[in-house]
C-alpha cells in the first residue's frame, strides 16, 4: 500500500523530491502515514479534503482486495 500512496502523493505534488511516505503496523490495521512540504498540503488535501478521500478510496478498496484494513494519515 504505501508503494500505491507515494505513487499518487508524488503525481499531484510540485516537490515530489519532498514526499515521505512511511507504513506501520498497528494490530490488525496497516496505518500509512503521508508527510508532504506545506506548500504541497493544499494539492494533497484538495478543496473540502476531497482530493484526500478519493486517495483514501482507492487505497481502501486495493486493500480489501487483499482483505485488509489500511488507515491513510496526511501530515504537514
Known sequence: ????????VK???DDPDGVVVTERQD???TVVEVKVTESDMGKV???QGRIAKAIR???KAAAA???KKVIVDIAG
Open 1 to 8: 500500500m504505501k508503494d500505491l500512496v507515494e505513487v499518487i
Open 11 to 13: 503525481a499531484l505534488v
Open 27 to 29: 494490530g490488525r490495521t
Open 45 to 47: 488535501i484538495g478543496k
Open 57 to 59: 478510496s482507492v487505497v
Open 65 to 67: 482486495k487483499d482483505d
